[in-house]
């Protein structure tokens, strides 16, 4: 079993930057692939990047390449969403979510586990 839990969302100007944190529970998070998925009002989620689980490897999505950085702390079971250059259209609840499989994957249906998320808000 992993809990997680997102924390550092809020609100910020267009063109700011905001760091969100995902710490995990348990012992096996170093295997985990660990994603990173938004819902913004009125649309479906999405997918938005997620980390392999020694670190080595990122995927992004399109909205988010160039923007947004993922990394991972295994020492301290989190994993981080460095998030630049924030636009209104990256207003979301962000979540992130653990892989037991090979991963790493933009399929929300291949987590296993899910944290509560964490709002940000884009103002113009």
């Known amino acids: 079993q992993v809990q997680l839990v997102e924390s550092g969302g809020g609100s910020v100007q267009a063109g700011g930057s905001l760091r969100l944190s995902c710490a995990a529970s348990?012992?096996?998070?170093?295997?985990?692939?660990m994603g990173w998925f938004r819902r913004a009002p009125r649309k479906e989620r999405e997918f938005v990047g997620v980390?392999?689980?020694?670190?080595?490897?990122?995927y992004y999505a399109d909205s988010a390449r160039g923007r947004f950085t993922i990394s991972r702390d295994n020492a301290k079971n989190t994993v981080y969403l460095q998030m630049n250059s924030l636009k209104p259209e990256d207003t979301a609840v962000y979540y992130c979510?653990?892989?037991?499989?090979?991963?790493?994957?933009?399929?929300?249906?291949?987590?296993?586990?899910w944290g509560q998320g964490t709002q940000v808000t884009v103002s113009q």
């Open positions: 980390i392999k689980w020694n670190g080595g490897t990122t």
């Open positions: 348990g012992r096996t998070f170093s295997s985990y692939a």
């Open positions: 979510a653990a892989d037991s499989t090979a991963g790493p994957t933009g399929r929300a249906n291949d987590y296993d586990y």
